[in-house]
């Protein structure tokens, strides 16, 4: 027997069992014999080469018959290529959790194994992911076999992270979030993304707050859904605040202002959980929502008419509006609304010179934004410092672009604890003073609060003017002031 024959456990890209003689030759599986011996039979035998060269080994792996008969070329390159593979799968197959091994670190050492002949980790990368998925629990198939338990389920620090299970609910919320979540309550930020949401589920909903000293946004829970029910919100945050309490020595909480997109069912929601809370709409979304319908309903109409692109703008600036009365209740005088004085004036304006099309969009705004919410909640007059839901923008696009599509539910988690784990070390070096506070980066948001306050001031002295109107007519002392 040849003393020189090495022989290395390998496998085919279908995981069946495979070995590799002195990393040139490569030998599948065949059969197990009665005693157990297994035979081997070389891969070129199914090619055109018909190589019948095959190997007999015991189950210790010694030989017990070797033929060589090989009638091609070696294969140096692509037994290297397999022996990587097999030795990185098994890593993977080692680890408690798949998704913690790094196949690039393994393949930097392997390679060095390897030397010269070693295949590039780019044309084995979608292998190796293959097989690191394939280790994972079997894909849920529905939001029902979702289990109670879970590696998934604690944090890096080995805390509890899923709090609360349900037909329709999933929420996770380390006790570090519940923490900040408490502390850090005067303003709260929720969204549902549905990009990221595991094919099982329809959205991952999130909350997040604002740590005023770091002048950064921190995640505070992160929830799984089925729906978008109010009643699946209202369940969510009575859990949310039941774990938030129970870190806060069993006190109430009481936050003071809640942002979220325009969806009734979220703040409806909240203000069952929270009646005193303030509901504060996302400015980006109603301008948005504008834009959509002003372009489906008079888009000609306003790109044609300067007058008109006037009235859009001041419609799509009502946010920075006082509105409260301008015009204080004295001598027995009627209290004037400002935002619905310049709706109507817009409004009169338009039927008088028939812009039906505009006409349109003004009845949509009024059913929206008038009737149908409270103008409070999507007005930001003195408390535009966070005048849209950004806490939210970055943070959604940095999630969507983790991930290529939508994956299975085991996946999202662990990225979802991943994330826990990295605010976590983030907040506990800027606190400590490891690390800086983030800077704050000025931009759109002090220019318009700038405009405000100038506004604010000609608003005052109009005021003024108005009341003292008002007194000298109450007089007739007005004629030479007209």
């Given at each position: 027997?040849?003393?020189?024959?090495?022989?290395?456990?390998?496998?085919?890209?279908?995981?069946?069992?495979?070995?590799?003689?002195?990393?040139?030759?490569?030998?599948?599986?065949?059969?197990?014999?009665?005693?157990?011996?297994?035979?081997?039979?070389?891969?070129?035998?199914?090619?055109?080469?018909?190589?019948?060269?095959?190997?007999?080994?015991?189950?210790?792996?010694?030989?017990?018959?070797?033929?060589?008969?090989?009638?091609?070329?070696?294969?140096?390159?692509?037994?290297?290529?397999?022996?990587?593979?097999?030795?990185?799968?098994?890593?993977?197959?080692?680890?408690?959790?798949?998704?913690?091994?790094?196949?690039?670190?393994?393949?930097?050492?392997?390679?060095?194994?390897?030397?010269?002949?070693?295949?590039?980790?780019?044309?084995?990368?979608?292998?190796?992911?293959?097989?690191?998925?394939?280790?994972?629990?079997?894909?849920?198939?529905?939001?029902?076999?979702?289990?109670?338990?879970?590696?998934?389920?604690?944090?890096?620090?080995?805390?509890?992270?899923?709090?609360?299970?349900?037909?329709?609910?999933v929420i996770f919320q380390s006790p570090f979030q519940a923490k900040l979540f408490s502390k850090y309550k005067k303003d709260i930020f929720a969204v549902g993304t549905f990009y990221i949401a595991s094919i099982i589920s329809y959205q991952v909903f999130i909350t997040r707050t604002y740590v005023t000293e770091l002048n950064g946004f921190y995640t505070t829970s992160f929830s799984v859904l089925k729906d978008k029910k109010q009643s699946t919100y209202e369940i969510l945050f009575e859990e949310i605040t039941k774990n938030v309490i129970k870190y806060n020595n069993n006190i109430e909480i009481t936050p003071k202002n809640f942002h979220c997109d325009f969806e009734k069912g979220i703040s409806?929601?909240?203000?069952?959980?929270?009646?005193?809370?303030?509901?504060?709409?996302?400015?980006?979304?109603?301008?948005?929502?504008?834009?959509?319908?002003?372009?489906?309903?008079?888009?000609?109409?306003?790109?044609?008419?300067?007058?008109?692109?006037?009235?859009?703008?001041?419609?799509?600036?009502?946010?920075?509006?006082?509105?409260?009365?301008?015009?204080?209740?004295?001598?027995?005088?009627?209290?004037?609304?400002?935002?619905?004085?310049?709706?109507?004036?817009?409004?009169?304006?338009?039927?008088?010179?028939?812009?039906?099309?505009?006409?349109?969009?003004?009845?949509?705004?009024?059913?929206?934004?008038?009737?149908?919410?409270?103008?409070?909640?999507?007005?930001?007059?003195?408390?535009?410092?966070?005048?849209?839901?950004?806490?939210?923008?970055?943070?959604?696009?940095?999630?969507?672009?983790?991930?290529?599509?939508?994956?299975?539910?085991?996946?999202?988690?662990?990225?979802?604890?991943?994330?826990?784990?990295?605010?976590?070390?983030?907040?506990?070096?800027?606190?400590?003073?490891?690390?800086?506070?983030?800077?704050?980066?000025?931009?759109?948001?002090?220019?318009?609060?700038?405009?405000?306050?100038?506004?604010?001031?000609?608003?005052?002295?109009?005021?003024?003017?108005?009341?003292?109107?008002?007194?000298?007519?109450?007089?007739?002392?007005?004629?030479?002031?007209?």
């Amino acid at each position: 027997m040849d003393d020189k024959l090495k022989i290395e456990i390998s496998e085919t890209n279908r995981g069946k069992e495979q070995i590799i003689i002195n990393k040139k030759y490569k030998y599948n599986f065949s059969t197990l014999k009665k005693d157990n011996t297994k035979v081997y039979i070389c891969t070129e035998y199914r090619t055109s080469n018909k190589c019948k060269s095959f190997i007999i080994l015991y189950n210790n792996k010694e030989v017990l018959k070797y033929k060589s008969s090989y009638n091609h070329l070696e294969k140096e390159f692509s037994t290297s290529i397999s022996i990587t593979k097999h030795k990185i799968k098994n890593e993977i197959r080692k680890s408690l959790i798949p998704l913690d091994m790094r196949p690039k670190r393994i393949y930097d050492e392997v390679s060095q194994e390897l030397g010269f002949i070693c295949p590039e980790y780019n044309s084995i990368k979608s292998q190796l992911s293959r097989s690191r998925n394939k280790q994972l629990f079997p894909d849920i198939k529905t939001f029902e076999e979702i289990p109670d338990e879970s590696e998934y389920y604690r944090t890096i620090r080995n805390e509890n992270f899923m709090i609360f299970k349900n037909s329709n609910l999933v929420i996770f919320q380390s006790p570090f979030q519940a923490k900040l979540f408490s502390k850090y309550k005067k303003d709260i930020f929720a969204v549902g993304t549905f990009y990221i949401a595991s094919i099982i589920s329809y959205q991952v909903f999130i909350t997040r707050t604002y740590v005023t000293e770091l002048n950064g946004f921190y995640t505070t829970s992160f929830s799984v859904l089925k729906d978008k029910k109010q009643s699946t919100y209202e369940i969510l945050f009575e859990e949310i605040t039941k774990n938030v309490i129970k870190y806060n020595n069993n006190i109430e909480i009481t936050p003071k202002n809640f942002h979220c997109d325009f969806e009734k069912g979220i703040s409806n929601a909240v203000k069952k959980t929270f009646p005193d809370i303030n509901i504060k709409y996302c400015i980006w979304h109603y301008k948005r929502s504008l834009e959509i319908n002003k372009n489906a309903l008079c888009y000609k109409e306003v790109e044609d008419n300067n007058i008109l692109y006037i009235y859009y703008k001041a419609i799509s600036n009502l946010l920075f509006i006082n509105p409260e009365f301008i015009i204080s209740n004295c001598c027995n005088n009627p209290l004037h609304e400002y935002i619905f004085d310049i709706y109507n004036k817009i409004k009169s304006s338009c039927k008088a010179c028939d812009r039906f099309q505009f006409l349109k969009f003004l009845e949509y705004f009024k059913n929206i934004y008038l009737n149908n919410y409270d103008i409070k909640s999507w007005n930001y007059y003195k408390s535009i410092k966070h005048i849209t839901n950004n806490a939210f923008e970055s943070f959604n696009n940095y999630l969507n672009n983790l991930f290529a599509k939508k994956f299975f539910f085991f996946k999202l988690i662990y990225v979802l604890q991943k994330e826990e784990s990295l605010y976590y070390n983030d907040f506990e070096r800027r606190i400590g003073g490891i690390w800086n506070k983030k800077k704050r980066i000025l931009g759109r948001t002090e220019e318009i609060d700038g405009l405000i306050r100038h506004y604010e001031k000609l608003e005052s002295e109009l005021i003024k003017m108005a009341i003292i109107k008002m007194i000298l007519l109450n007089y007739g002392l007005i004629v030479y002031l007209i």
